[in-house]
Structure formats: C-alpha cells, structure tokens
C-alpha cells in the first residue's frame, strides 16, 4: 500500500511543479539608443519554448508564470526577467563590446566571463584552425600567456606542454597538464583533430583547477567539441588544406675541404691517414687535390627537399526544436622530413546528440572514434648525420661487390667508414633503411548523460558517463644486413619486437547545481561527486630470425624458437571524489567563488586529500564614484588561492625493497635477492597557487587588458633522500619547488571604416623557477657527470653546473703568466677557465650555476587586418633567457674521429687572435677543454614568425546565386622564419639538452572552406 501513495505524491509533485499557470507577455526591444532591434532571441529559460522580435523588435510569447524569460542578440548583454503576469514588458538591451555575457568552460559547468576570478584563457576554432597541424596544442604556441609549447617536427609526435612552468622533480615526465575534453580526462589529446574543436580554454591557475584535485596540479585544459544548436538549419561545412613542410635553418656542417684542414690542424696521424686512404680509394677532387673526391652533405641525404601534409574534415551541425546534433568526420595525413617509411595518418569520427525529452529532462551522447597510423623512423639519424664524415660517400659500390662475392647475401651497398679505418660505419642510412617501426593507435571516446531539471531554473542534477579506450599496436622490424667482418652493427638476423597495450579509463561524474537571483543577490551552488577507474595492461615479445616477407613479421614466423621472449604488466588505479563550488554575485560588482575538493585513491600510502580554493573580483566600474565618459570603461580586480595535487609521481611499493641478483658460483648461474627495510612513504605533491589579476578595457573598449601575477608553490615535492648508513636515496615528500612570474596581454581593436578594421595585441610572460627545500641537502644532481645538471636551493631545476669559460689563451706569455695553465700543461689555443675563488687552482670549487634550460621570458604578438571579404593575420612569438646544451658537440669527450659543423670548423683558434671563442683543433680533443663548461651552452633565445595567413570570403548567394555555398579561401605560411643563434636545427629543445632532435619544419599550405 505505501508504494502506490509513494507514487502518487511523486505524480503529485511533479504536477505542481511542472502545470504552472500560463501567461503571454508582449513588448518591444531596443538597443542602448532606442533603435529597435529585430531578430532578438526571446526564450523560456530552460526550456526551447520562445520566439524572435520582428523587423519592428516587437515581440509575444507565452510562458509559465514566474519563469524567467532570456533576451540575447549577438553583441549585446543578455538580459533576463522574470515574468510574474501577463502584460507589456519592453527590454533594452546593452551592447557588449567586451564579452562580459560570453560563457567560458570551468570545471564541472559554466561561467559568464564577467563572474570569473580566475586566470582562465580561451582560444577559440577560428584561431586553432589557421595552423596547419595534428596537433591541437602546437596552435597555441605564442597565443597565451603563460603557457609554453615545444613542438618536434617528427610526424605524430606531440608538443611539450608547460603551464607556468616546472613543479616537480626530476621534471621530465610529470608537467604536462590535464586535458579534459567533453568531460573526459586525457594525459595527451594526440587523437584529436583540431578542425574538431569548438573551444579550447586554458586553466592556469589554482582557484581555477582545484576543483578537478590531484589531477590538476599542472594546470587544466578544458576541450569542447563542436556540437550543433537548436532551432538551426542543417550546416554542412567542408574544410581542407594541403600543404609542404619545407626543411628551414638546417645546420651546415663541415664540407670535405674544411674537414680535411680541421683534421690537419688537429695533427692526429691516424685520422690524417683516414683521409689518405679516402683519396686512394675514391680519388682526390680536382679542385683541391689535397682532399678526396668526395664531398657528402649528410643532412641534404637523410632529408627530403619538402614532405607533403594534408587535412580534410567535413561536419554536419543543426537542430530542431527539441534535438541538436553533430556529426564530423576528418583526415590527416603528414609525411615525414627523413628519407625512411615515416609518416602519420589519421582518420576521426565523432558525433554528439543533445535531447531534450521534455521540460525537465534533457540527455546526450558523444562519440569520438580515433584511428592513426605511425611510422616512427630511429631519431638516432640526426645524430649521426652530424657526426658523419664528408669525405665518405653514401653508396660503395665496390665494397658491395666484393661482400656478394664472398657469400653475404644480405651484404649492404652503403658505404662504411671502417673500409677507411675509422672506427665506425658513420652512415646514417644503416639506421634508416633496415628498420621498419609502426604503431596502429586505435582511440575511443564515448559519453552519455542526462540532466534533470527538479525545480525550472533553479536546481538541476547531472549525472554522466563517460569512458576513453586506447588499443596500442606496436611492431619494430629490424631487416639483417652485412657491412664488414669486424662491424659490430651488423645485423646478422633479422628481429622483431611486438607489443600489445589497452588502456581504459571510466569516470562516473554527478553534480547537483542550485542557481537564483534574490534582488541584486546572485548566487550558484554545486555539489557532486567522481568515481574513476583505470587500467592498463601489456604484453610485448621478441624474436630473431624472421622471414624478410612483410607479410611474415610475426613471432610466430620465427625460425628460431629459442629466440623467443616474452613480458607482460598491468596497473589498476581506482579513485573516489566528493567535490563543491560556491559562485556569488552582488550586483555585477562583488564576486565571490570557492572550490573544495575531497580525493581518494589507492596509489599512494596517503589515500585521501582536501583541496580547497577561493577566488575574489571587485568590478570598480561599477562603483557610484566611477564617472561615466571616462577613458576607463571596465576594470575588474581579481584575487585567487588554492591547493591541489600532483598524482603523477611514481608509487612506491610501500614495502620493503627487493632486487634480484645473479651470481656465477663454479660456472653455475646461482639466482639471490638482496633486500633493504628502507621504503618510501609517498603522498601526492601539494601544489599551493596564488593569483593577483585585473581584467580593464579602455577608450571606448578598444583596448583590452588582462593582467597576472602568480607565485606556484609545490610544497611536498617528491625529491631523492639519501639514505643514512648505507647507499642509494628513497623518493619523499618533503621538497619545495617555485614558479612565480607576471603575464600580461594586451589587445587594441578598432573599425576605420564600415569596410576597414585592424586588430593588434600581444602578451608577455615571466618565469622563475627555483628550488626552495630539499630537506636539507647541500644539492641533487642530474645529468650525466660529464654534463652535470644539478639542483640547488636558490637556483632553477637542474641548472646546468660547470667552469665558466674565460677565452682562449691565445700566447705562451699567457701561459706563462697563469698558475693554472703551468700546472695542467696547457698551450696556446686551450680553453681558459675562470677562478672564481682566485687561489690560482682549478677544482669544484671553481665550478658553478652557468645556465637553466627553463626560459624566463616569453612573448607573442598578432596583427588581424580585415577589409570587406579580405582577411589578413599574422602571428609571431619567441622567448629568451634560456640556454641549450650542445650535446651534439660534447660527443666528442667519446667520439673523437668524426665530423664537426662549420660553424665550429670555421671558428677554431689557428693562431693569435683567431678566435677567443673556440679551443684549437687539437684542443678540441684535449681532455682539458672537454671539461663542462659553458662553452658547451648557447643561448636558446629565439624569434620567430609563427603564422600568416591570408583568406578571402566568398558569399555564395551574392556571386552565384541562392543555394551556393559560401566560401573561404586561404593560403597560410607556418612558421615562415626563425631567427636564433643556436647552432642547430632549431631552438625548441623540450629539456635544455639537443643531442639529436627532429627539426621543426615550416609549412605552406594552400585551403578552402565551404559552407553549406
């Protein structure tokens, strides 16, 4: 008997809730001059009930009694009311030049841009869309304050991302942000086209991603896909482009002549006879008989003149009045610089279905179908086309033969250096041609959700569901073959390496949002919780000896079983969050907002944390005392705090450590353990941000200004302990680490004529990183010893830590003079390295902080020209204060007989006065000037023209008549020029240390849009 009355006290309810009295307001709207205005939306909020005012801005709709009615027009303040009985209403609206009214994505909803007090930055499709690439965030390079990006030019590969800077220790693998696309959580966003993005924001600071805890700690990317609108036609919109990478800065290295004298300088016998042989077996240039006939540019072999690229999406977007959708297909297809299968294809699907069932349900899915194709060519080419002699050619035939007449059949006509006597083949091409590695990445995104509206207008629940899978397919194929009896790079079989990886994740996310206005009181309250599941496992196998048919490349083809290996793992990570928000708003004046967020998880011996933060916003120009007329016309200060974690940091098993030993006892393998009762005990990083920022437009809102000042703290950052009475460290939480710095953008906007407007503006940033705690310890260090990177109180993350280079000595009366030099046999043409403490001996104690690979300054700027259907814009952006370690150069401390770039080849010291820059050639090889120092350093600085791009828009009805598409037809130049004194292929080194990079090529493409 209760369930039925149970029943009908819900039907009651919901009858009393939902049948209110219906009433018909009528009016006329009008702008800020009383010009009226036709075309304005008039809705029922919450609802698809509504009209638009005719071409005399009048209006009539009927709608529930004490509903609040919506009035919006594209450039002005929407406006509510609510209406409480029938009768005439007229509305008029502001124009809204500085977007107060726009709505920006935060976590877990919506804000109106004028309620924000955070420091959130919003790129939107039209801007993302105009850099040719696969990947989202290389768009945002130069284009937000703040954030840097390092793009690599390998096809597939994606950028590094860094929002204000570094916090966490050793700081390769845990800085990257989090990206949350249509309520998904992602560590990377590889699998989404950019043509695909309707926004993409930024949240920089703390108060701005606590809300989304532990995953936050690195700042938060909020993605929105483009989704279709109610009460709209059906768009069907075409946009593509194809395109050239073109090969730019690429490094000169040292020709046959300047190889030859700078091996001649060096006085070493031996490769001076390497050379000899060079002559006698492919003769001596008639130019200069002195050196062999052979003149290699290594670079110009292993790189293609230009590489193709192309992307195609097509999109379908509308609604009626109870359903929008979208569905969108693309392609993108980029071929790589090196002459190797390398190469990245993708192919993405998605659609979205928004439903509203009734008045007070409303649901939708999402569906995002990602399937790319990666041929990954060994990087390791790079490094060796710098160090290959030009003296050498890239085919021998002779050798060739003479390997087939010996029997190798699977003998290699490239040439090897060691037919001369170097020590190595030094031909790149070995790397290139005999192995084929290939991933097939197969990505899945898929959400529902449903969202009920208990009380219209007021309080509404959401709940969602939403999942990501990942299917990694994975081959690398080494093909055998056989350059000379005594090469230890011979591949006498052929190999295969396979590997399967899945990873799932799920996250069930419920929010409970209550919104309302009491007077001048405006006020939004939310409450939800998070439950996630992770996991992933591998499994990957080897063999040898595989049949050369590519159809064959199994492990299962093996001809040789014992060959044969294989390994496997998983990881599962479950996590439960308790989250809340509080928005307040006294008449558009004072602002208030606080987060707190309560996380659970099992990955670390500390399972639960709090997150709280706060954000606070003064609107001064809504105070009486501000007088209208004045050049100021919006200025908002704004305040921020808040706490969140990093759970990227690796777990620590939480029990004792046991390592596995292997020891030969009277030739018998004998298997051990050794074990230590020293663990670490970690908790996630706790990441401390506060924020100072205003947001103030200008002469008549033509100029914009928004404003930051930020100090990051990671307060318990996870650094390496050294363990007292034995050997070895344990990871804990007890470092402290800083980025604080200023950005600032500035934007002027202004229309001379009807026909003519410009748009310019830029924004700068500062950063300082430092290291602030490490328990006590004197210092860490990182790197290699012989490229020492260390971290000190006082000083940025793994600074760069050697002797500071004080010239050349360039006499032996300099020799002489110098204590120093006497003592360590130095001559003429020796790198001199600075006392510092002036006690006339060079030790550690001369050594100190030469340089941070982190940079201090960045900055971009934009020009946007529009004249009638012509659109011209231009992007440029660089950065300074950080410093490159010529890796490249330092091999020689281990390879001694190989090339050197003409930069350097053409600088060395020969003779008084030469250069006070460069050691001698022989120097070069002296173990005294390989010492670190920062010779080895050059500046990172660099300059650079990102984008321009040049559009003219075609109204399809005007020019060919109703029914033709609209057009837009656009050529655009991609990174056109960069200027930087580094010596390398370019200056974009994700950690400071270029020892063999991918070049970033530049990019002319050609493109059309169609609309529908």
């Known amino acids: 008997m209760r369930k039925p009355i149970f029943i009908l006290f819900l039907l009651f309810s919901f009858t009393t809730l939902f049948a209110q009295d219906r009433i018909t307001i009528s009016g006329t709207v009008v702008d800020d001059t009383g010009v009226t205005l036709p075309g304005v939306s008039v809705i029922e909020k919450g609802t698809t009930n509504g009209t638009v005012t005719d071409i005399d801005g009048n209006y009539s709709v009927t709608v529930r009694q004490g509903s609040k009615v919506v009035f919006s027009y594209i450039g002005f303040l929407t406006e509510e009311m609510t209406a409480n009985q029938s009768g005439t209403f007229n509305v008029q609206l502001k124009q809204d030049i500085v977007g107060l009214e726009e709505v920006v994505v935060v976590g877990y909803g919506e804000l109106k841009v004028k309620d924000l007090t955070s420091s959130i930055t919003t790129v939107k499709s039209e801007e993302l869309v105009k850099t040719p690439t696969g990947q989202a965030m290389q768009a945002l390079q130069g284009k937000v304050a703040g954030v840097q990006i390092v793009n690599s030019g390998a096809p597939g590969s994606e950028p590094t991302v860094r929002i204000r800077g570094i916090g966490s220790f050793p700081s390769s693998s845990n800085s990257a942000p989090l990206y949350v696309v249509d309520g998904m959580y992602f560590d990377n966003i590889d699998f989404l086209n950019p043509s695909d993005i309707e926004t993409l924001s930024v949240l920089k600071d703390a108060s701005a991603s606590a809300i989304y805890g532990v995953r936050a700690a690195n700042g938060v990317v909020l993605i929105t896909t483009k989704k279709g609108a109610k009460n709209t036609k059906t768009t069907i919109t075409y946009d593509g482009y194809y395109g050239i990478q073109v ?36 003769g001596r240039s008639r130019v200069n008989p002195n050196v062999p006939n052979v003149n290699t540019d290594w670079y110009a072999e292993i790189m293609k003149s230009h590489a193709a690229q192309q992307n195609h999406s097509l999109s379908v977007l509308g609604g009626n009045d109870k359903t929008s959708y979208s569905l969108g297909i693309s392609y993108f297809d980029q071929d790589g610089l090196l002459e190797a299968e390398n190469s990245y294809k993708r192919m993405n699907i998605r659609t979205s279905i928004d439903h509203q069932a009734n008045d007070w349900l409303k649901t939708g899915v999402n569906f995002n179908v990602s399937n790319g194709t990666r041929y990954i060519a060994d990087d390791g080419a790079w490094f060796s086309a710098y160090h290959a002699v030009p003296i050498l050619p890239v085919y021998d035939d002779e050798h060739y033969e003479y390997l087939l007449s010996q029997g190798h059949t699977t003998a290699s006509n490239y040439a090897n250096a060691q037919v001369l006597d170097y020590r190595g083949a030094q031909n790149p091409f070995f790397q290139l041609a005999y192995r084929d590695n290939r991933q097939d990445i197969r990505k899945v995104l898929a959400g529902i959700y449903a969202e009920v509206e208990l009380i219209p207008n007021t309080l509404r629940l959401k709940t969602s569901y939403n999942t990501s899978m990942m299917f990694l397919k994975a081959r690398n194929v080494g093909l055998p073959y056989f350059i000379s009896e005594t090469q230890n790079s011979n591949r006498i079989h052929s190999t295969i390496s396979s590997s399967r990886t899945t990873d799932v994740n799920q996250f069930w996310d419920n929010t409970l949002t209550y919104s309302d206005s009491f007077g001048d009181h405006n006020l ?22 595989i049949p050369l048919n590519e159809n064959a490349w199994y492990i299962g083809q093996t001809l040789s079983e014992t060959s044969k290996d294989a390994n496997d793992g998983a990881e599962r990570l479950h996590g439960l ?13 004072y602002i208030a907002y606080a987060t707190v967020r309560r996380e659970g998880t099992q990955k670390y011996q500390e399972t639960w944390g709090t997150f709280p933060a ?65 663990f670490g005990y970690l908790g996630w990083e706790t990441v401390t941000g506060t924020n100072f920022g205003l947001n103030a437009e200008l002469f008549s809102n033509r100029l914009s200004i928004e404003a930051d000042y930020y100090i990051r703290d990671t307060e318990d950052a996870a650094i390496p302990v050294s363990l007292k009475l034995q050997s070895g460290s344990v990871l804990r939480n007890v470092g402290t680490i800083r980025n604080q710095g200023l950005e600032l953008a500035v934007t002027w906007r202004n229309d001379i004529t009807n026909d003519l407007s410009y748009t310019i503006g830029g924004n700068i940033s500062t950063l300082k990183n430092e290291v602030r705690d490490l328990y006590g310890q004197a210092y860490l260090d990182g790197g290699q010893a012989e490229f020492r990177q260390r971290s000190q109180v006082g000083e940025p993350l793994l600074s760069f830590f050697g002797y500071e280079v004080d010239g050349v000595y360039q006499n032996q009366s300099e020799i002489d003079s110098d204590p120093i030099a ?13 006392d ?13 902080f030469i340089g941070s690979y982190i940079p201090t300054f960045n900055y971009g700027g934009f020009l946007a020209l529009n004249y009638k259907n012509l659109e011209f814009s231009m992007n440029i952006m660089g950065q300074s204060g950080n410093k490159i370690l010529n890796r490249k150069r330092g091999e020689i401390i281990w390879t001694n007989d190989t090339n050197i770039d003409a930069d350097l080849a053409t600088g060395l010291w020969n003779g008084e006065g030469t250069s006070n820059k460069y050691p001698s050639a022989a120097g070069l090889r002296k173990g005294w000037n390989q010492n670190f120092s920062d010779y080895f350093l050059e500046d990172g600085a660099y300059f650079r023209i990102q984008n321009i791009q040049v559009a003219y828009n075609i109204k399809g009805d005007e020019l060919l008549g109703p029914g033709m598409p609209d057009a837009r037809i656009y050529v655009t130049a991609e990174k056109p020029l960069t200027v930087f004194k580094y010596n390398g292929f370019s200056p974009e080194v994700p950690n400071g240390i270029d020892r063999q990079f991918y070049p970033v090529p530049a990019i002319y493409t050609i493109g059309v849009n169609l609309k529908f």
């Open 247 to 282: 090969p730019q800065n690429v490094m000169q290295m040292s020709n046959a002549a300047q190889f030859v004298d700078y091996i001649y300088q060096t006085g070493s016998e031996a490769d001076i006879s390497f050379i000899e042989n060079a002559m006698q077996r492919y």
């Open 577 to 589: 969050s308790y989250f809340g928000r509080v928005s307040y708003n006294y008449k558009n004046k």
């Open 524 to 545: 939004s309250v939310m409450a939800g919780s998070s439950y996630r599941d992770e996991w992933y496992d591998y499994l990957v196998a080897s063999a040898e000896d």
């Open 822 to 834: 006497t003592a360590n046999g130095l001559v003429p043409g020796d790198l001199r390295f600075r």
């Open 836 to 848: 510092q403490n002036n006690d006339d001996i060079l030790d550690d104690n001369d050594k100190l």
């Open 614 to 678: 706060f954000g606070l916003g003064w609107v001064v120009t809504e105070e009486d005392f501000m007088e209208e007329g004045t050049i100021l016309n919006y200025l908002k200060l704004r305040a921020g705090w808040g706490k969140l974690g990093n759970d990227k940091i690796a777990r620590q098993d939480g029990a004792n450590t046991t390592n596995p030993v292997f020891l030969a006892i009277d030739e018998m393998q004998v298997d051990g353990t050794t074990t230590t009762s020293t």
